[in-house]
């Protein structure tokens, strides 16, 4: 069965600093798309970045990129330049091919003025 | 882009009662929508599958009967919480997927709170 872990439960950054959050996931699929969601204090979700399995280059949106390692099952998100408005719940999300999306635990990320 | 509503952002009720949540997908058609349960501090877990026009698939160990969905047209679905019960209190997100299929986008929630 298809899983995503988050190891890093909190994580702390100060503003203008980089932050990585890590993500792993276990499949036994070959296609598939991996996300990353920031979930601020309002609660809604907001995608952040979106992964093909099938695209070896890494996505990059602005000051969020990631780090896919399809052969480790590894997905990390790259913060650059943290604001104070990135302080949010981070969740990384493996969607099946029916489309079904399943999160990890998420990481509560804090910037530090 | 595209924008999910949810109605209502909160609701409190009491037990043994029935609530009902919409989710709409305010400028697409959504063929497909799915509805989740997040406890305090914890992920989005998800519940059902709501497609239009067809029954709901839920995820095991979502009671069906307690959870009653409906997708009646291509932008509105419900979910209705029946007999409501204290542990039922929870923040209910539903997303939407639009016909291409490449993203979900997620309602704004609903808070329901069960006396």
């Known amino acids: 069965a298809q899983t995503v872990t988050q190891s890093q439960p909190e994580m702390s950054v100060q503003e203008a600093e980089t932050v990585t959050l890590s993500c792993t996931y276990d499949?036994?699929?070959?296609?598939?798309?991996l996300f990353w969601y920031k979930q601020p204090p309002s609660r809604q979700m907001i995608l952040v970045i979106r992964?093909?399995?099938?695209?070896?280059q890494n996505a990059t949106e602005n000051r969020f990129s990631v780090n896919f390692q399809k052969a480790a099952k590894s997905f990390s998100l790259k913060i650059s330049d943290s604001q104070l408005g990135d302080a949010a719940m981070y969740f990384c999300a493996y969607r099946f091919a029916t489309n079904k999306l399943i999160f990890g635990t998420g990481t509560l990320l804090a910037v530090q003025p | 882009g595209a924008v999910v509503s949810q109605h209502p952002s909160w609701v409190i009720c009491k037990s043994g009662t029935s609530v009902k949540i919409e989710c709409r997908s305010l400028d697409f058609q959504a063929t497909t929508m799915f509805w989740y349960r997040q406890f305090p501090k914890q992920s989005l877990m998800l519940m059902a599958t709501s497609n239009e026009g067809s029954k709901a698939t839920y995820e095991q160990g979502v009671e069906k009967d307690k959870f009653l969905i409906n997708h009646a047209s291509l932008t509105l679905s419900t979910l209705t919480v029946t007999s409501a019960h204290p542990e039922d209190s929870s923040f209910y997100i539903c997303?939407?997927?639009?016909?291409?299929?490449?993203?979900?986008?997620f309602g704004p929630g609903t808070r329901l709170t069960v006396l």
């Open positions: 499949t036994s699929e070959s296609d598939y798309y």
């Open positions: 997303s939407a997927r639009d016909v291409n299929g490449k993203e979900q986008f």
């Open positions: 992964q093909e399995a099938y695209k070896q």
